[in-house]
């Protein structure tokens, strides 16, 4: 866990000394693991959107020997309500406009809404996450024209998938139990044409927060997790103006 400046960085994983090394090749997205191959090849990278603190978590995918042939990486903000990782993919793809979350919790902006309340392309998902505050509001999905809206002029419950067609109708509206981060995935159910005639609506809270101690890495598999290597700490190495700068996992 270390701070990082706003930018796009080069890096590999490595031990001091440069005897082993995990990379890529590519594009590693913020929120998102991603596996890492031993063996060298060329630099991974990876955009940091916001100035802050971020969690390094390395989980070993492959631990036949030492060290471990293959690795998955998540690199995560410690921000109170992290945005969602984005790919790079068209946010406009099945709406032919970027989408947002309207409604009486940011006075039904779009583009201008503080907090952002856009959603990102995942492929084949679109997701926003966004602080809210405890009450009922009434709201729609909609781009920053109302060109197009989508609503199920009911309630929608905190964390089961709700049916929304577009072509507008009556307000839907959410109950907030708790002040916190809260993560809006948007699935297409029906993708006939742009915008999409019928999606559906998850709203979840998610823990925000990240303990503090030592990175553990995690196995679903009830052996011992296997060790990266027996003798020499992991680090980060990222290009910097140059120069190579080190921080341990």
Known sequence: RFSMSVGTYEFKLADDGWSFEYTNSGTVPVGMATDLSSGGGSNASITIAE????????????GSAVPAPL???LVESDAACPAPPDLGNDPAEAFGAELFARGGFNDWAGAA????TNFVNLGGAYMARFSMSTG??????????????YTNSGSVPIGMATDFPGGGGSNASITIPADGCYQWTVAIVDGSAVPAPLVSLLVEQ????????????????DDPI???????????HRLDHGGWLEAAL
Do not use: M, N
Not at 51 to 61: I, K, P
Not at 206 to 221: D, E, L, M, Q
């Open 51 to 62: 100035a802050g603190c971020y969690q390094w978590t390395v989980t070993v995918v492959d």
């Open 71 to 73: 690795v998955s990486l």
């Open 113 to 116: 809404s503080d907090p952002p």
């Open 136 to 149: 009922t509001y009434e709201f729609k999905l909609a781009d920053d024209g109302w060109s197009f809206e």
């Open 206 to 221: 998610i823990p925000t927060g990240r303990a503090s101690g030592p990175v553990v890495a995690s196995s679903s598999r």
């Open 226 to 236: 296997p060790e990266l290597t027996e003798t020499h700490p992991i680090v980060a």
